[in-house]
């Protein structure tokens, strides 16, 4: 128990969420509890992460979360250690929910350089119906996804909006496939009002410097008989100069998307093109999504430096080496130290 990487979590006192004020100490060792001298209250060391409360061993609990990231199915868990699998579903849905406020505050929070972004949706197979997942990616970081029962311009533009969540500037590349929803949607939210003075409302112009280029394929049944690049908004010396510079190609594509697509679809069973495994709701299949997108995130190390995908973007915040773990807080606005 380590009392300086801790913070206190009670909403009324002063020094609510702020680490290194030597305001934390232990309370009981046998207990693994704090408390603050700045408002004489205690917490518990587990408190604001997915195994607050929980009665079974963190380790047990690390080991199934992590098998889960990784593609295991939760029948296989249940059989392998004993669980009920109600208990495993309990655990996955409560880090999800933690990851997903954990990726809200790191991730979405304007602060990322976005340079390449490329988004597409995926199928997924649930009870009596079929679901659809829409992500975004700049390079290796997964932005973020959005689950809808149809593939409309609904999905589409809660995905938009979520890129311009997470962008500290404005100018930068944008490639789609061919669905003419994106064009619509990033039409709609990548757009400034004109301010003249006049009375009135002011006329809305598009957003200076985001470039916007579409792979069209054609099929012939399941095959892929020809693809199209074009450039959709900017010309296609201002792209071809911008994947030079970020180093993301040489022509209009969507490969970086793409293999997170086969990421997801290894990680998360319900996505696997032949297996067995459905969705059992949309909640559930939020979750999953989440957890494996912080996992792919803030894991091991995938990019090209070293690091994971979310530091070397500069969204992990904090500083030296750092490693995800479920029990990562929110509201601390650093990472825990690997």
């Known amino acids: 128990m380590d009392p300086q990487v801790q913070f206190c979590h009670n909403s009324d006192c002063p020094a609510r969420g702020q680490t290194g004020l030597g305001n934390i ?42 098998l889960l990231c990784h593609g295991c199915p939760l029948q296989a868990i249940v059989a392998a ?12 849905d409560r880090a999800g929910r933690h990851g997903q406020r954990f990726h809200e505050h790191h991730v979405l929070r304007g602060q990322v350089e976005l340079g390449h972004v490329q988004a597409d949706e ?34 589409i533009l ?38 003249t003075g006049r009375a009135g409302r002011p006329r809305l112009v598009p957003t200076a410097g985001l470039l916007l280029g579409q792979v069209v394929k054609q099929h ?3 095959h892929v008989v020809g693809v199209t690049r074009r450039a959709v908004r900017g010309t296609a010396g201002a792209i071809a100069a911008l994947l030079a510079a970020t180093g993301t190609g040489t022509g209009i594509n969507t490969a970086h998307i793409e293999r997170l697509n086969a990421t997801f679809r290894g990680a998360l069973s319900p996505l696997a093109r032949r297996g067995r495994a459905i969705a059992r709701g949309t909640e559930a299949l939020t979750a999953g999504m989440y957890l494996v997108g912080c996992a792919d995130n803030f894991c091991g190390p995938t990019t090209a430096s070293g690091s994971p995908p979310a530091r070397a973007s500069g969204s992990s915040g904090g500083s030296g080496p750092r490693r995800w773990r479920p029990g990562w807080r929110t509201g601390a606005g650093r990472c825990a130290s690997g």
């Open 25 to 66: 100490r232990i309370h009981s060792r046998k207990k693994r509890r704090y408390r603050c001298t700045a408002c004489n209250r205690t917490f518990a060391a587990t408190c604001d992460t997915p195994f607050y409360r929980l009665k079974k061993p963190m380790d047990l609990v690390t080991i199934v979360l992590t």
């Open 81 to 92: 250690f004993g669980l009920d699998e109600r208990t495993v579903a309990a655990w996955r």
């Open 122 to 155: 995926l199928s997924v197979k649930a009870v009596a119906r079929r679901l659809w997942m829409a992500m975004a990616v700049p390079s290796r970081l997964w932005l973020g996804g959005v689950i809808s029962p149809r593939r409309d311009l609904t999905l």
């Open 158 to 195: 809660a995905v938009v909006q979520m890129v311009r969540r997470a962008a500290r500037g404005l100018a930068f590349l944008v490639c789609v496939n061919g669905l003419a929803s994106y064009v619509t949607a990033f039409a709609r939210v990548f757009r400034d009002p004109a301010r």
């Open 220 to 222: 012939a049944g399941r």
